[in-house]
C-alpha cells in the first residue's frame, strides 16, 4: 500500500526557513517520480516542485525558484522541501504526490497531478 506522509510544517516569520519532509511508503524513490504541492487557503493547488528518479535538474514553480530547494534521500525514502526566505504568499498545506506509475515524468504531473498524496502539512507565514 502507497502512502506518503508529511510532517515539518509550522508557524514562521517572513524570512524564515523550514524544512519538510514526505517519507515514502509502497515504492522506492528510484522508481517513481515524486513532487510538492501546496494549496492556500481559497485557493486552487499549484505545483510546487517535482524530481523524477534519475533525471535532473528538478522542476520548481516561478514562485519559489532560488528560495526552495527539493532534494531526496533514498535509504530513508524520504523526500525534503527546504523553504527559505518564506514569505506570506508561502502560506498553505504543503502536499507531496506520486503517481500510479514509473514512467510519470513531471511534465506530466504539472498538467495532470498525481495519484497518490498524503494528507499535507500546514506552512504558516506572518509578516
Known amino acids: 500500500e502507497v502512502q506518503l506522509v508529511e510532517s515539518g510544517g509550522g508557524f514562521m516569520q517572513v524570512g524564515g526557513s523550514l524544512t519538510l519532509s514526505c517519507v515514502v511508503f509502497?515504492?522506492?524513490?528510484?522508481?517513481?517520480?515524486i513532487g510538492w504541492f501546496r494549496q492556500a487557503p481559497g485557493k486552487d493547488r499549484e505545483d510546487v516542485s517535482c524530481?523524477?528518479?534519475?533525471?535532473?535538474?528538478?522542476y520548481y514553480a516561478d514562485s519559489v525558484k532560488g528560495r526552495f530547494t527539493m532534494s531526496k534521500d533514498n535509504a530513508k525514502n524520504t523526500v525534503y522541501l527546504q523553504m527559505n526566505n518564506l514569505q506570506p504568499e508561502d502560506t498553505a498545506v504543503y502536499y507531496c504526490g506520486a503517481p500510479y506509475t514509473t514512467d510519470y515524468a513531471c511534465y506530466d504531473a504539472m498538467r495532470y497531478g498525481m495519484d497518490y498524496w498524503g494528507k499535507g502539512t500546514l506552512v504558516t507565514v506572518s509578516a
Open positions: 509502497g515504492f522506492g524513490l528510484n522508481e517513481r517520480t
Open positions: 524530481l523524477e528518479p534519475f533525471s535532473s535538474p528538478t
